[in-house]
């Protein structure tokens, strides 16, 4: 049994596959950039980075009108102890790696970062806490050297159960408030 029970919008617990599994999440990246870039391409001026056909890792995006790069990051479920442990709230809070971080600055300095959130769980009970949440959709998008402004003053947050990861995974991600008025909300 989970430690934790994670509530959609309907109310229902959610059922979640092994969130360490990078594997899983990749493949699923893939589709939902393509869905991104279906839903927002037009509007954005973006597409696929034709690159991922020969580099899994190359970023997913490039603009249509000046090809720059970016890259995606989808959030799906809340950090709902961002506010206990970093004062953030947790409809507001999102996360990036740190390994991310150090990757753009040395390949993709000019890189362009874009946040689809859409929160699929907005409640979260572990023992005697419950914290219930208003959901969240939208598409913000940032420019690398001003994240690596923000990122300098944001809390980092270790992950407990990736201490001795072995796939691949980040070992810690960046804690922000999308809310950040370098953040440019697109849709």
Known sequence: MAPYTQYGKDGLPIE???????AVWCKDGAST???????????????INPE???????????????????????Q??????SESLYGIPPRYAVVFN????RRYN???????????????????????????????????????????????????HSYQQRRYDTKGNAKGSYVFDIRDERFQKLA
Do not use: C
């Open 98 to 101: 740190l390994k991310d971080r």
């Open 106 to 156: 040395e390949k993709y300095p000019n890189i362009e970062i874009f946040y689809w959130v859409d929160w699929v769980s907005i409640g979260f009970e572990m023992g005697s806490t419950r914290i219930d949440i208003e959901p969240l959709i939208g598409v913000w998008k940032i420019a690398m050297p001003s994240f690596n402004e923000l990122l300098d003053k944001s809390p980092v």
């Open 76 to 81: 799906n479920t809340p950090f709902f102890k």
């Open 33 to 47: 950039e393509e869905v991104f870039v279906e839903m927002h391409g037009g509007l954005l001026g973006i597409q």
């Open 52 to 74: 991922k056909e020969n580099d899994p890792y190359a970023p997913d995006l490039i603009s249509t009108q000046n090809q720059i790069l970016g890259d995606l990051k989808t």
């Open 16 to 22: 979640h596959h092994d969130l360490q599994d990078k």
